[in-house]
């Protein structure tokens, strides 16, 4: 099973609605299956994620935030792990806005 404490992922590349950055920092929290992280940054005055890991390491989340306009957003997100040859994690996750427009995206974040 992969663990994600104490692991910290930026964003390698992302669809054009998303609002997150290559600026933002990603840290997960785990206590046993349940996934947590806060983070902010450029666009993104606050946000918080919350998830289920499964026993192949993969996260079923949910997503709020608030941007710099004040907007309140969320959104749904799976993420598959991927191990790579350094043995650091690479994520590729297809996501959902639950809020503005609905429209889906894909992201890649690698552990740093």
């Given at each position: 099973m992969i663990h994600y404490t104490n692991k910290r992922f930026r964003l390698l590349s992302t669809s054009d609605n998303s609002e997150v950055s290559t600026a933002i920092i990603f840290k997960y929290q785990q206590e046993g299956n349940i996934l947590t992280c806060n983070y902010s940054g450029e666009q993104i005055l606050s946000g918080?994620?919350?998830?289920?890991?499964?026993?192949?390491?993969?996260?079923?989340?949910?997503?709020?935030?608030?941007?710099?306009?004040?907007?309140?957003?969320?959104?749904?997100?799976?993420?598959?792990?991927?191990?790579?040859?350094?043995?650091?994690?690479?994520?590729?996750?297809?996501?959902?806005?639950?809020?503005?427009?609905?429209?889906?995206?894909?992201?890649?974040?690698?552990?740093i």
């Open positions: 918080h994620l919350i998830g289920i890991i499964d026993s192949n390491g993969h996260i079923t989340m949910r997503y709020h935030q608030i941007n710099k306009n004040n907007e309140l957003r969320t959104g749904t997100c799976y993420s598959k792990p991927e191990i790579m040859a350094s043995g650091k994690i690479r994520l590729h996750e297809h996501w959902q806005w639950t809020s503005g427009d609905f429209s889906k995206g894909e992201s890649i974040l690698e552990e």
